[in-house]
């Protein structure tokens, strides 16, 4: 399998995501470490407050996360998640999770995730995520 083929593989095993695909999220590996999530709010997306509930906003930057974080082909899972919320959102509003890996290490990595308002271009949660590499790949490596 060359390089193309192998990253075609893992942004399709990553894009089966079933979560994902029932809020409606796009979930996109722009290259390894980096992926962006793509979600528009809508009202059974509220809470009592009339904004966008806080798990949607953890959802989607979880979403951004766990597709940086196994955009290598090796499977990752959450160690640590640290969230703030920063500004409100509301129906309509089109939010994009930005994941960038900071840090890869032999079994850890970390990363920054900001989830920003396409809207008004606003910052509206900022998280740091920590994970732990797995020894087993989904797509093996080049050897």
Known sequence: MDEHQRWK???EHIE???????????????????????LTVKDYMTNFHGTTHGGIIFTISDMAFAAACNSHGRMAVALNV?????KPSFPG???MAVAKEVYKGRKTSLYDIRVINKKT??????S???AYQ?????VPQEE
């Open 134 to 138: 797995l020894n087993k790949w989904f």
């Open 16 to 38: 089966k995501d079933a979560f994902a695909q029932h809020l409606g999220a796009c979930v996109e590996i722009v290259e390894p470490g980096h992926s962006l999530v793509y």
């Open 121 to 126: 271009d606003e910052l509206i949660a900022k």
């Open 128 to 130: 740091q995520d920590h």
């Open 93 to 95: 509003d089109r939010l």
């Open 9 to 11: 593989a893992i942004a």
């Open 82 to 86: 640290s969230i703030s919320y920063l």
